[in-house]
Each structure stands twice: as structure tokens, then as C-alpha cells.
């Protein structure tokens, strides 16, 4: 098992960007591909972006790309996700989770294949 804690949320203007942290423990063995996910009031929970272990596959939902950077540290165990240019509609719990996954490529998005969750951080964007 592998336990997730989010960090870096907060509250932040339209247009300002910040940087959300997500740091592994526990499960060393085995690949790891890590999803950001959100979910905001009333909607159900979204993917944002997604990386493989090895970082070459990435994958971005269309309302964030260009915005969002994703990426991982191996070494830290640690996956990023920075928002730039933030809008009022990113306001949302961004969450982290796991995939374990059988090589170091792959790179699932459905949401069902990501087992392992962190709690959640949340962003919230003012107009």
C-alpha cells in the first residue's frame, strides 16, 4: 500500500498560478503511473493530467492544457502539478492517486485504474 499527501493548495487570484505537491510513502516495489484528478462542488471527479513512471507519456485534459505542467521526481517520490494562469472554474479539490502499472510507460486514465488516493488538497480561484 502506498499512502499520497497533497500539498500546495490555496487560494489564489485569476491569472496567478500555483504549485501542488504530492508525495509518495510506503510500496517501493513495482511502477507507479500518478493522475491529478479534481473535483469541484457539485461535478463529478475529473482527470487533469496524468505520467507515467518513466515521464514520457503525459497526458493533459483539454481544459488545462497549455496551463497545467506535470511532472514526477522519482527519487523524492514526488509528483507536481503546476497550474498557471489559473481560472475560477479550476476552483476544486485536486487529488493525487497511484496506478500500478507493468512497465514503466504506461500510462491508464480512466479513473478506475488508479488505486490509491491522497486526501486532497484544495485550490480556489477568486475572479
Known amino acids: 500500500q502506498v499512502q499520497l499527501v497533497e500539498s500546495g493548495g490555496g487560494l489564489v487570484q485569476a491569472g496567478g498560478s500555483l504549485r501542488l505537491s504530492c508525495a509518495a510513502s510506503?510500496?517501493?516495489?513495482?511502477?507507479?503511473?500518478m493522475g491529478w484528478f479534481r473535483q469541484a462542488p457539485g461535478k463529478e471527479r475529473e482527470i487533469v493530467a496524468g505520467?507515467?513512471?518513466?515521464?514520457?507519456?503525459?497526458y493533459y485534459a483539454d481544459s488545462v492544457k497549455g496551463r497545467f505542467t506535470i511532472s514526477r521526481d522519482n527519487d523524492k517520490n514526488t509528483v507536481y502539478l503546476q497550474l498557471n494562469s489559473l481560472k475560477p472554474e479550476d476552483t476544486a479539490v485536486y487529488y493525487c492517486?497511484?496506478?500500478?502499472?507493468?512497465?514503466?510507460?504506461?500510462?491508464?486514465?480512466?479513473?478506475?485504474?488508479?488505486?490509491?488516493w491522497g486526501q486532497g488538497t484544495q485550490v480556489t480561484v477568486s475572479s
Open positions: 492517486a497511484a496506478a500500478w502499472v507493468p512497465n514503466v510507460n504506461r500510462l491508464p486514465v480512466g479513473m478506475s485504474n488508479f488505486g490509491s
Open positions: 510506503g510500496r517501493t516495489s513495482g511502477y507507479s503511473a
Open positions: 505520467i507515467s513512471w518513466s515521464g514520457i507519456n503525459i
